[in-house]
């Protein structure tokens, strides 16, 4: 099956009972028993629901994963990811990643005797430096949040292999659509289906893809014990909008694209950041590895914060607000925004400037977005 028809078919459809085409949200807490210790497969929505459950086998299949857990939220399902370690283990972590994976990392899993290093895992070199005795996850987002850095996964995942370090991605930016990380050996794939999964930025939600029995069964016994499971109605919602991530990722791209490229010959402007521009560091990785370069464009001011501000205000379709990946274009600014739980120190050392804006392109006619964009920059009041 094609990603296409798989984003459709996958997971028990249409439903058994009457045959639902649009699988039927099982919104209960409790499932009856059938007799002493006898189920029809479920029987309390923590442990297990059936939406939940074609959302779940979706998900694994789109990632060619073992299994997929859909949690509460991406933070949910990265927090469970980490309760795969325990005390004294050691994690890397490439150095510009989402903020609130940053902030999990300094201030919580730290209380838990959980070292971290952050480094920059584009260079092999690095990340042997980075290796300890102790090192038992190597975590990474490619293409990074908001520089849209490029990692090269099957680089990564041989230096681990050798060493028996798991590997963990954040998907988030470019969806299954765009990347596949278990085919470069990823161990566990992690997405906040906030973003471009669901598409429409109505539910939150996040889900963690496994590729063994071993780690599906030590995975789904956290997502139960903590609680961390996604709501039957937030799952089908999610359902829903997997069903168009083809069409949506393509336009994305399509218009991030043109975006990019109307940015990089505007005056005022130091930098454009869009792994599918020829000039970007590790645009040839980002081909060999990936399929379509995705929805995120991040671009600096010249004039740093105040130049920024300015045209963050100016902007009318590209609506002020954190987050990516629905149907309307976004705009913020990462160093008071997304990234302002990231030190000022970390955030000018990884290139996270005063001046930086990351777009979220969404799938307005592209000629409306530019014309946006143009009155944005222009000097004119
Ligand atoms: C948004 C996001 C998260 C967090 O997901 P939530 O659904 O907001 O909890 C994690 N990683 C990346 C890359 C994100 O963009």
């Not at 990380?181 to 999964?197: N, Q, R, W």
């Amino acid at each position: 099956m094609n990603f296409e028809t798989a984003a459709i078919h996958s997971g028990e459809r249409p439903d058994k009972c009457y045959g639902a085409l649009s699988v039927p949200i099982y919104q209960t807490s409790n499932f009856v028993f059938e007799d002493i210790g006898k189920t029809r497969g479920y029987d309390y929505t923590r442990s297990g629901n059936p939406t939940r459950k074609v959302l779940e086998d979706t998900i694994a299949r789109l990632e060619g994963g073992h299994a997929a857990f859909a949690c509460a939220t991406g933070m949910a399902a990265i927090a469970t990811a980490l309760h795969l370690l325990k005390v004294g283990d050691h994690v890397i972590s490439c150095d510009d990643i989402y903020g609130g994976t940053y902030r999990l990392f300094q201030s919580v899993m730290s209380r838990f005797g959980i070292e971290i290093t952050f480094a920059c895992l584009r260079s092999r070199a690095e990340l042997e430096a980075a290796i300890q005795p102790n090192t038992r996850m190597i975590w990474l987002e490619t293409p990074s949040n908001p520089l849209l850095n490029i990692t090269d996964l099957e680089m990564v995942a041989t230096v681990a292999k050798e060493r028996q370090i798991m590997t963990v991605l954040d998907n988030t930016f470019a969806s299954p659509f765009f990347l596949q990380p278990v085919s470069f050996g990823i161990d566990l794939v992690v997405h906040s289906t906030t973003k471009y999964l669901n598409g429409h930025c109505d539910v939150v939600g996040g889900a963690i893809v496994t590729t063994t029995p071993e780690l599906s069964r030590e995975v789904g016994f956290l997502v139960n014990t903590m609680g961390v499971a996604e709501a039957p109605f937030d799952a089908w919602l999610v359902l829903r909008g997997i069903e168009t991530l083809p069409l949506r990722m393509a336009r994305h791209e399509e218009n991030s694209f043109a975006v990019a490229r109307f940015l990089k010959e505007q005056p005022g402007i130091r930098k454009v950041y869009y792994p599918g521009l020829a000039d970007h560091p590790g645009h040839d990785i980002a081909r060999r590895q990936m399929t379509g370069f995705g929805g995120v464009v991040s671009f600096e001011m010249e004039g740093g914060f105040d130049a920024a501000c300015r045209v963050l205000r100016k902007l009318h379709l590209f609506a002020l607000a954190e987050s990516l990946g629905g149907p309307s274009s976004l705009a913020e600014h990462p160093v008071t925004m997304s990234h302002a739980s990231m030190s000022a120190e970390h955030r000018q050392r990884v290139g996270i400037n005063d001046g930086l804006i990351r777009l979220s392109v969404g799938l307005e006619h592209i000629d409306d977005l530019i014309a946006d964009l143009m009155q944005a920059l222009s000097t004119e009041d």
